[in-house]
């Protein structure tokens, strides 16, 4: 099963076949040397076997080959992973790591393969931020690091010896106390329209039955979708934003904007919170993460939003984050929020 490629490279997950291709990873001092200590072959098939059953409960994570798409030769190991540390505060955070084979070192593979790892643990696992770590002798691993877009941070302890911490941030995932907000691409929003709780499974959240509606499937079929296909870059004004509980995985809401910014720099949001998950301030919540992705954006000078003027409950979100009323009575009420004035 591949899981991402690059014009060069396949990162595939491991089977069985290839126990002679870890070992040559795995078992070698002189690649192991800022990793971890070599493994004899046995050692090297328990691990791997333990690899393989990790993608089980974690499809979208784990310690994958690279191959060359030309020759299909294994070029070494590429992986994202949980951090294992003693400090239990760091113990939700995803790092990234590679290992090259020594024939196809100086290639440009490890800083190749890290810019696609890191866009792929962005746009499909749309994690909020992915770390690295190496050992301070490790400068060639730091160059690459900081060349796909890590910044270095205070060095970590590890009992006795210390380690360079690297971290890098997703600029289109959104974290608040209870939340996590991200857009879906293409191929994700598909799969949401499908039924079978096809989406949850792929990005690892709790399935919950969740249902679309004919008009819904059909109004993104003809119309969000064709628009996000046509807007390349610009695929997060037409798509969703899901709203995600970041204890319970759940989807609570969603949440997106109705076309790219205007000419004057103002964009219109929508959101609805899932009927079970009504009342509990999640979408409060999440406008208010919302509001600080847009603030963030140069093209964006205010949030727009038109709720009926019977929606209690829509109403109360947007005064409670800052919104402001700019029309005159009518059945549906238009509300105006600038971006450089956050409510915190």
Not at 118 to 141: C, G, H, W
Not at 296 to 320: G, H, W
């Amino acid at each position: 099963m591949v899981i991402f490629e690059t014009d060069r490279l396949l990162i595939r997950r491991y089977t069985l076949a290839d126990e002679e291709n870890f070992f040559a990873i795995n078992g070698d001092p002189e690649i192991m040397r800022y990793i971890r200590e070599p493994r004899d072959r046995q050692e090297c098939l328990i691990f791997l076997k333990r690899n393989i059953q990790f993608y089980e409960q974690n499809p979208l994570m784990g310690r994958w080959a690279m191959t060359e798409k030309g020759s299909g030769s294994f070029v070494g190991s590429f992986a994202i992973i949980p951090v294992e540390s003693a400090d239990q505060k760091r113990h939700t955070e995803i790092q990234l790591g590679y290992a090259l084979l020594k024939d196809h070192w100086g290639k440009g593979y490890a800083t190749e393969s890290t810019l696609a790892g890191r866009q792929y643990a962005f746009d499909v696992m749309k994690l909020p931020q992915i770390v690295a770590i190496t050992e301070p002798e490790n400068i060639a691993s730091q160059k690459v690091l900081l060349r796909c877009g890590f910044k270095q941070q205070p060095n970590i302890r590890e009992g006795n010896k210390y380690l360079c911490y690297f971290s890098s941030h997703n600029p289109n995932a959104i974290e608040t106390e209870r939340l996590h907000l991200f857009p879906l691409t293409v191929e994700q929003l598909e799969l949401y329209l499908k039924a079978g709780d096809q989406l949850e499974k792929a990005l690892g959240l709790t399935p919950f039955g969740r249902t679309v509606s004919q008009a819904v499937l059909n109004r993104v079929s003809q119309c969000t979708l064709p628009e996000m296909e046509k807007a390349g870059a610009d695929y997060l004004f037409h798509t969703f934003w899901l709203v995600v509980d970041k204890q319970s995985k759940v989807i609570v809401a969603e949440m997106g904007f109705k076309g790219k910014p205007s000419a004057k720099g103002e964009v219109e949001i929508g959101y609805g919170t899932m009927p079970v998950m009504q009342n509990k301030g999640y979408m409060t919540e999440a406008v208010k993460g919302l509001l600080q992705w847009a603030a963030s954006r140069p093209d964006i000078a205010a949030v727009l939003a038109e709720t009926r003027a019977d929606n209690k409950p829509s109403i109360r979100v947007l005064e409670k984050n800052g919104f402001e009323r700019i029309d005159g009575p009518g059945v549906n009420w238009w509300w105006r929020k600038t971006t450089n004035v956050l409510m915190f």
